[in-house]
C-alpha cells in the first residue's frame, strides 16, 4: 500500500461533513441524469465542489465521470442525442437554464481534454486564440503581456519563449499539453475541468502537469478526471468514486483511500476490480 | 508452399504489368505533344499574336492570357461557392440536406462538360446575345463546384473532433471554430483540391465553345469573347494548314505545361503548409 503510507489514516466521515460545509460551493449538482438517445449514462449524480480545491472523478472505463465533467459545461450539447435531467448549478446559477449563454459558461469554466489538442498555429497564437476571439484584449502589448503570464502559469514560459511563433505542433507530448492548459487559463476561467490530462504523458511530464494542478488550485477549482488512482490520491483534496453511472462514494481523498465507506470503493481504491 | 508464393508473385507480377499499361498512354502523349510542339514553341509564341494564314511566325498570346483570365473567373466563383458547400456538408453530416447536396455535387461532377457549355449558354449568352468570357468562366466555375465541395468536405472530415472541442471550450461559437481553426487546419488540403480542380478545367474545351467562343485579337474585357489555349488549339488543330496544325502542337504543350506547374504548385503548398498542421 504505496500511497496510503503518505496520507493521514485518521479522517472520520464527521470530518468530511464539516468541510464541505465551509464555503458555498463553486458547483453545485443535484438528481443529474443524463442519456445518449436511451441510454442512460448517469443515474441520479448530486454532489457539491469547493471553491480552490481540486476534485478527482475515479472509476473504471465508461463508468461516466468524463461525461459527468463535460456535463459541467454543456460540452456534451454538440452530441447528438445527448440530454441532461437535473440542476447544475455553477455560483448558484443554473447552467442548463434557457437564458444561459453557452459562450459565457465555457469562458468560465475551462477545459483541458484528455488527448492535447492544440491548434494548428503557433505556440503564441494557440494561447491568444481564446483572448482573440472574446476579445480579451485592447492593445497588441495587452495581449503579449496575458500570453506571457498564461505561459508562466503553465510553467513552459521558459522553455517556449524564444520560439513563440513556431509551430504548436513541434512541441513534445508533455509540452502540447501544458499549452493547452495555457491556452485554457488565459481566458481566465474560475474553474478548471481537465479530462485524464496526463493519461497520454510519460512520468516526469505527468509529475510535472501534478506539480502544476498544485500551484493552480490557489487560483482555481480544479475538477480531474483520471484513471490512475496514485495520481488522484497525489493532486486532489476531494474524491468522487464513480461505478456504473452512479455517484458510489465522496468524500475527502485521504477518507476514501483509506477508510471508504462503501465496499465497492474499496475494492477499486486497492486494486481488486477496475 | 510453393504454390502460395506462385501465387503471390504471380499477382504481383499482374499489379506491376497493369502500372505500365496505365502510365504508357501518359508517357506517349508526353512524347509526343513535347516533340511535336517543341518545334513551333519559341519566345514569340507567347508574346505574338496569330498571324493569317501563310504568314509564318506569330504566337498565342492572346489565348494564353484568355486562359488564364478563364481560369481565374471559374475559381472567383467557384472556389467560395465550393469551399462553403464542403463546410455544409461536414457540419450537418447525416442530415438528409447535406446528403443531398452530396448526391448532386457528385451528379454535377459527371455531367457531360459540353451539356455544360450548353446550359451556360442558355442563361449566360443568349440572354445578352453576346458570347463573353463572363460566361466562358462561369462554365468552368460549374465544373469547379462539385470537385471542391467535396475535397473540402472530405478534408474537414479529417480533422480531429478534437480541436474543434478545444475551440468551444475556450468560447467559441460553432461558426467560429469552423473558421477559424478547423478550416485552417484543413487548408493545405483544400488549397491541393483547388489547384487540382483548376489544373483540371484549364484543359476544357467543350464548355468554353458555346460561351467564351474565341477571338482572334488581344482582349482582357470580361463582357467580349475571349480566346482560350483549348479553343484555339481545336480550331487550328482542324484546320487545313500546316502552319497551323505545328502552332496547335505548340498550344497543347503549353497546355500540359500549366497543368504540370498547377500539379507542382499543389505539391509544393502542400509541403509548405504542411509543416504547420502534422506533427
Sequence with gaps: ?????????????????????????KIDVSHVNFYYGAHRV?????LQIQPNQVTAFIGPSGCGKSTFLRSLNRMNDI??????????????????????????????????????????????????YGLRINRMTGSKDELRGRVEASLKSAALWDEVKDRLHASALAL??????????????????????????????????????EELIYQLKSRYTIVIVTHNMQQAARVSDTTAFFWLGKLVEYGRTDRIFTAPTEKLTEDYVTGRFG | MLRR???????????????????????????????QGIRALNVDFFTHMPTPVGEPGGGMANSIVGTLILTALGSLMAIPIGVLSGVYMSEYAGTRFASAIRFAADTLNGVPSIVIGVFTYGIAVLPFKQFSALAGGIALGIMMIPIIARTTEELL?????????????????????????????????????????????????????????????????????????????????????EDWHRQAWAGALVLVGIVFVCSLLARF????MSGFTRS
Aim: overall charge positive; glycine content about 6%.
Design chain 2, 269 to 272: 503548398a502542400t509541403r509548405k
Design chain 2, 5 to 35: 508464393k506462385l501465387v503471390s508473385s504471380l499477382f504481383v507480377g499482374f499489379c506491376g504489368a497493369a502500372v505500365i499499361l496505365a502510365l504508357i498512354p501518359l508517357a506517349m502523349i508526353l512524347f509526343f505533344v513535347v516533340s
Design chain 2, 157 to 241: 472530415l479529417l480533422v480531429p473532433g478534437t480541436m474543434r472541442e478545444g475551440a468551444l471550450a475556450l468560447g467559441a461559437t460553432r461558426a467560429r471554430a469552423v473558421f477559424t481553426v478547423v478550416l485552417p487546419a484543413a487548408a493545405p488540403g483544400i488549397v491541393t483540391g483547388i489547384v487540382l480542380a483548376l489544373a483540371r478545367i484549364a484543359g476544357e474545351t467543350a464548355p468554353l465553345l458555346f460561351t467564351s467562343f474565341n477571338n482572334r485579337f488581344f482582349s482582357t474585357n470580361v463582357t467580349q469573347p475571349i480566346s482560350s489555349l483549348t479553343v484555339q488549339v481545336f480550331t487550328y488543330a482542324i484546320s487545313p494548314y
Design chain 1, 79 to 128: 452530441v447528438p442525442g445527448a440530454r441532461v435531467e437535473g440542476r447544475v448549478l455553477v455560483d448558484g446559477a443554473d447552467i442548463y437554464a434557457p437564458s444561459v449563454d453557452v459562450v459565457a459558461l465555457r469562458r468560465k469554466v475551462g477545459m483541458v481534454f484528455q488527448k492535447s489538442n492544440p491548434f494548428p498555429k503557433s505556440i503564441f497564437e494557440n494561447v491568444a
Design chain 1, 172 to 209: 513534445s507530448g508533455g509540452q502540447q499539453q501544458r499549452l493547452c492548459i495555457a491556452r485554457a487559463l488565459a481566458i481566465e476561467p474560475e474553474i478548471l475541468l481537465m479530462d485524464e490530462p496526463a493519461s497520454a504523458l510519460d512520468p516526469i511530464a505527468t509529475q510535472r502537469i
Design chain 1, 1 to 25: 500500500m504505496l500511497l496510503t503510507a503518505t496520507l493521514s489514516p485518521t479522517v472520520s466521515v464527521a470530518a468530511d461533513a464539516k468541510a464541505t460545509h465551509a464555503e458555498p460551493p
Design chain 1, 42 to 46: 448517469l443515474h441520479d449524480i448530486s
